[in-house]
């Protein structure tokens, strides 16, 4: 199994343009994070989906932050247009909630910087 | 509002030491307690959790301890090593299967 997959891992971009995140969770787990960490808030967490179907986007800071899971096993996250303030690490998460423990494993994250 | 709180932002301890993480919560309603680790360019990783009904769970050199009236958890490692080194963060759940509520995260150093 090679865990949750993330790309790209760096992004560099420039204010006002779109940047996509990717995420590919493991092969049957049913519940899928979003989470963005930065020096401030710490783990933050976005949105989640169980069994695609986005559950809670409260954490979304506005709408310039849109996430989709088309299918099992791939979920972007897309900011449009980004701002500096988006420089953070973004990870991704999944859980099989079948496994009787609240346990996510984690991707190794997307560094975006916006300048 | 942050619901789950490390007031610490670093730790530093000697090798073969104790290092105590601390963390506090504010919702009632949260049964389930995790605390996970992280290494630069790495994501965090599991490393104990507790639910409410135990005050008290241990996993080799770490055990975590839970004081529901006070809404306080503490991670022990005992004896700590520099391999410890790393962010340490607790996490929160109201319910098994709901979403985890992080803090910000306590920046262990273990010294040689």
């Known amino acids: 199994d090679a865990g949750v997959i993330q790309s790209p891992r760096h992004e560099v971009t420039e204010m006002g343009q779109e940047v996509t995140l990717r995420c590919k969770p493991i092969s049957g787990h049913d519940y899928l994070f979003w989470y963005r960490q930065t020096m401030m808030r710490g783990l933050e967490l976005l949105i989640y989906?169980?069994?695609?179907?986005?559950?809670?986007d409260s954490g979304m800071p506005e709408d310039r932050f849109s996430a989709k899971m088309p299918n099992a096993s791939f979920s972007t996250l897309k900011i449009q247009p980004s701002e500096p303030r988006d420089s953070a690490v973004y990870f991704c998460?999944?859980?099989?909630?079948?496994?009787?423990?609240?346990?996510?494993?984690f991707g190794a994250g997307s560094r975006l910087t916006v300048l | 509002d942050q619901q789950v709180k490390q007031n610490s932002p670093s730790l530093s301890v000697q090798e073969g030491r104790i290092s105590i993480l601390n963390c506090d919560y504010t919702?009632?309603?949260?049964?389930?307690f995790l605390w996970y680790k992280k290494y630069p360019a790495e994501g965090p990783t599991f490393l104990i959790s507790i639910s409410s009904i135990k005050d008290k769970n241990e996993d080799g050199r770490f055990t975590v301890f839970l004081n529901k009236s006070a809404k306080h958890l503490s991670l022990h490692i005992v004896p700590s090593q520099p391999g410890d080194s790393a962010v340490y963060f607790c996490?929160?759940?109201?319910?098994?299967?709901?979403?985890?509520?992080f803090g910000a995260g306590t920046i262990l150093r273990v010294k040689s």
């Open positions: 998460a999944s859980r099989d909630v079948n496994s009787g423990a609240n346990v996510l494993t």
């Open positions: 989906f169980n069994n695609n179907v986005p559950i809670d």
């Open positions: 919702n009632s309603m949260f049964d389930y």
């Open positions: 996490a929160a759940s109201a319910g098994i299967g709901n979403k985890l509520v």
